[in-house]
């Protein structure tokens, strides 16, 4: 079992930037791909960024690209989500998620281990 913590959420506005982390605590993430998820009120879980630990090769949904960064830090072990020019759309409980690997048309893109989530919410 793999616990994930994220942190980082808040009350920002529109235009402003975010950034999420995303740590295990006493665990690496050395064999994993680890993920960045959001679900807003009444929506599906959505797909938005993922990363593979090695290598470091990253994955983006439509959405997000260009606006939205995935990066992690070995010596910290911990993954992060820069969010930048943050919409009221964005307004939504942010999940990391870890997995063994990256599967584009997987319903869970691989992710087999989740975090509790952290909420962000932009106003206008």
């Known amino acids: 079992q793999v616990q994930l913590v994220e942190s980082g959420g808040g009350l920002v506005q529109a235009g402003d930037s975010l950034r999420l982390s995303c740590a295990a605590p006493?665990?690496?993430?050395?064999?994993?791909?680890m993920g960045w998820f959001r679900q807003a009120p009444c929506a599906e879980r959505e797909f938005l960024a993922a990363?593979?630990?090695?290598?470091?090769?990253?994955y983006y949904s439509d959405s997000v690209k260009g606006r939205f960064t995935i990066s992690r830090d070995k010596a910290k072990n911990t993954v992060y989500l820069q969010m930048n020019s943050l919409e009221p759309e964005d307004t939504a409980v942010y999940y990391c998620?870890?997995?063994?690997?990256?599967?584009?048309?997987?319903?869970?893109?691989?992710?087999?281990?989740w975090g509790k989530g952290t909420l962000v919410t932009v106003s206008s």
């Open positions: 998620a870890a997995g063994q690997r990256y599967i584009s048309n997987d319903r869970h893109y691989g992710m087999n281990y």
């Open positions: 006493g665990r690496t993430f050395s064999t994993y791909a």
């Open positions: 990363i593979a630990w090695i290598g470091g090769r990253t």
